[in-house]
């Protein structure tokens, strides 16, 4: 069974960081590009970052270009949102989706608040 499964939010001042997890299960993760979304409070989902199945190239939104990183470790078939300075419209749940298989993970939610 294909499932993806985010954790790693949580509630964060700005400025600060936080590390999303995106852990695959039930396909050859290796195989497969892989997508960062968030969608923020009574707006549409937004893409955020991509990375391609060996990690080789990325890219990103310009609202997060250069605060956010995405990588991934195909040995632990996980994705990761390395997410610095922080900024309050940052607030929102964010997803991982992975667009071959039309998967995309439950979401959890980035707080960025004083």
């Known amino acids: 069974q294909v499932r993806l499964v985010e954790s790693g939010g949580g509630l964060v001042q700005p400025g600060g960081s936080l590390r999303l997890s995106c852990a695959a299960f039930g396909f050859t993760f290796s195989r497969n590009t892989l997508n960062w979304y968030r969608q923020a409070p009574g707006k549409e989902r937004e893409w955020v970052a991509f990375?391609?199945?060996?990690?080789?190239?990325?890219n990103y939104a310009g609202s997060v270009k250069g605060r956010f990183t995405i990588s991934r470790d195909n040995a632990k078939n996980t994705a990761y949102l390395q997410m610095n300075s922080l900024k309050p419209e940052d607030t929102a749940v964010y997803y991982c989706?992975?667009?071959?298989?039309?998967?995309w993970g439950q979401g959890t939610q980035v707080t960025v608040s004083s």
């Open positions: 989706s992975v667009p071959s298989l039309g998967s």
């Open positions: 990375i391609t199945n060996t990690g080789g190239t990325t």
